[in-house]
Structure formats: structure tokens, C-alpha cells
Antibody, heavy 118, light 109 residues
Framework: EVQLVESGGGLVKPGGSLRLSCAASGFTFSSSDMNWVRQAPGKGLEWVSAINKDGSHISYGDSVKGRFTISRDNAKNSLYLQVNSLRAEDTAVYYC???????????WGQGTMVTVSS | QSALTQPPSASGSPGQSVTISCTGTSSDIGGYNYVSWYQQHPGQAPKLMIYEVTKRPSGVPDRFSGSKSGNTASLTVSGLQGEDEADYYCSSYAGYINLFGGGTKLTVL
């Protein structure tokens, strides 16, 4: 089955860290560009970060630059997002998504919830 | 990195057509033919409906169409059906980053 499954979310205090994971199956992960997109409760979508198929090109949205790090392990068919220095405004469902061309994400996981609260 | 601008709401009766706009700048929508549209039903992940301004992924009904003029992109839904009621988001490439619009809630009356 073609799918993306995120994990690693949870409740964390401001300033804390988490490592989000996304397990891919059913398609050639190593040939796919990947992204993280988040959605705060009741709010719209926000693109977070992208990594190309071999990890040689990485980009971040301004709101997370310097605090979040995207990475991938093609041998494990996995995508990661290390989230540090968390703030209340980082509270959101974090989705991993496959990119087919820029701004086009054709496959999404079910999301993992990150809640930043004291 | 400003978000793209969408109207917060749109509506139409079954069978009618509705168009949702998405306004950006020459640095995003106007500069690239990489505009996408997503449909999101409550509690679900977004679904890609249009990419590269006008292309439809396999399985998306041809009632959904996209266009672009200058710095504004549009999504048109023809022959509205009840299942089209959802939130719709535009997205555009902006040179190594991607931007989303704030979303439009489409109501089928």
C-alpha cells in the first residue's frame, strides 16, 4: 500500500525539542522529493521545509529557519524533522508530503500532533 | 514570506460554478507556473486537485480547473456537488520556498 505514516508528536514545554518521523512505503522513496507542512488548530496550511531526493538541497520557511532541521534516510525509507526551541505558535498537526513538482504535494500522511504548552 | 491571499469564503448552489481566487506577487504566482490547489475536508489530510496551474492528477474530476493571469491564480469548480463542500488552499513556488494561501471555505447551498 502506498502510504506515509508520521510519528513522534506529543506535548512538550516551550523551549523543548522533538524528532518527528515519517515512514514511507509503496513507492520509490529515494526518488522522491519530500516536504513537511503544518496546520495549527483551526488554521490554514503552512509549508515548513523541503528536502530533495538525495538530501543535497534543503529549504525552510522563515518561521522555522534555524530551529528546525529536515533530514532523510533513504535506506530506511524515512523522513525526519528535528524541531528545537519550540514555541507555543509551533503547536500544529505536522504532515509529511511527497512533492512531484514545486508546490505540488500528491501524497500526504495522516499527520502527527505537536502541542507546545507549559 | 507573506501568505497568498484568498477570500475566506465562497458559495454556490448544486450544479452552479464557483471560482476561488488566489493573489500573490511577481515573486511567487507571477514568476512561476507552479501553482497548486488542495481540497481539505474536516479531519482529513489535504488532497491535491490542481498542479502546475492547470494540470489535474489522476482521479480528480474534470469539473475542477485552474488558471492564472499575472499574479492571480484561480480555481473553478463547475457543476457543484455536495461533496465539493470543503476548504480549498492554493500554493505557489516562490524560489526555493513554497507558500500557501489562507484558505477558502466553499459552501454548497
Amino acid at each position: 500500500e502506498v502510504q506515509l505514516v508520521e510519528s513522534g508528536g506529543g506535548l512538550v514545554k516551550p523551549g523543548g525539542s522533538l524528532r518527528l518521523s515519517c515512514a514511507a512505503s509503496g513507492f520509490t522513496f529515494s526518488s522522491s522529493d519530500m516536504n513537511w507542512v503544518r496546520q495549527a488548530p483551526g488554521k490554514g496550511l503552512e509549508w515548513v521545509s523541503a528536502i530533495n531526493k538525495d538530501g543535497s538541497h534543503i529549504s525552510y520557511g522563515d518561521s522555522v529557519k534555524g530551529r528546525f532541521t529536515i533530514s532523510r534516510d533513504n535506506a530506511k525509507n524515512s523522513l525526519y524533522l528535528q524541531v528545537n526551541s519550540l514555541r507555543a505558535e509551533d503547536t500544529a498537526v505536522y504532515y509529511c508530503a511527497r512533492g512531484i513538482v514545486p508546490a505540488a504535494f500528491d501524497m500526504w500522511g495522516q499527520g502527527t500532533m505537536v502541542t507546545v504548552s507549559s | 514570506q507573506s501568505a497568498l491571499t484568498q477570500p475566506p469564503s465562497a458559495s454556490g448552489s448544486p450544479g452552479q460554478s464557483v471560482t476561488i481566487s488566489c493573489t500573490g506577487t511577481s515573486s511567487d504566482i507571477g514568476g512561476y507556473n507552479y501553482v497548486s490547489w488542495y481540497q481539505q475536508h474536516p479531519g482529513q489530510a489535504p488532497k491535491l486537485m490542481i498542479y502546475e496551474v492547470t494540470k489535474r492528477p489522476s482521479g480528480v474530476p474534470d469539473r475542477f480547473s485552474g488558471s492564472k493571469s499575472g499574479n492571480t491564480a484561480s480555481l473553478t469548480v463547475s457543476g457543484l456537488q455536495g461533496e465539493d463542500e470543503a476548504d480549498y488552499y492554493c500554493s505557489s513556488y516562490a524560489g526555493y520556498i513554497n507558500l500557501f494561501g489562507g484558505g477558502t471555505k466553499l459552501t454548497v447551498l
